[in-house]
């Protein structure tokens, strides 16, 4: 086992990987690290909840139902807090 598989994961990056987690895209190593952190952490708890709750209410969204101003501006937010 290297370093990186016993390091406990912070909360910073639990937000950073939690769509992969959402989607069963985040390798097993970090899956174990992910719900090790979860099981001691109430706000990331509840942060996954929230996350879950959105999916399921943007679920019901299309690309056609949004306007393009509404697009831009949900893109430009997702590039601040990228950049940020």
Not at 11 to 36: H, K, M, N, S, W
Not at 52 to 60: D, E, F, I, M
Request: hydrophobic share 35%.
């Amino acid at each position: 086992m290297n370093d990186d598989t016993r390091k406990e994961m912070a909360c910073q990056e639990l937000v950073e990987v939690i769509t992969d987690y959402l989607e069963a895209r985040l390798p097993e190593v970090d899956r174990g690290r992910f719900e090790a952190h979860l099981a001691s952490c109430s706000a990331c708890q509840e942060h996954l909840e929230q996350m879950r709750a959105v999916v399921r209410l943007t679920g019901r969204l299309t690309p056609q139902s949004l306007e393009p101003a509404t697009v831009d501006s949900l893109l430009s937010a997702f590039r601040r807090w990228r950049d940020s």
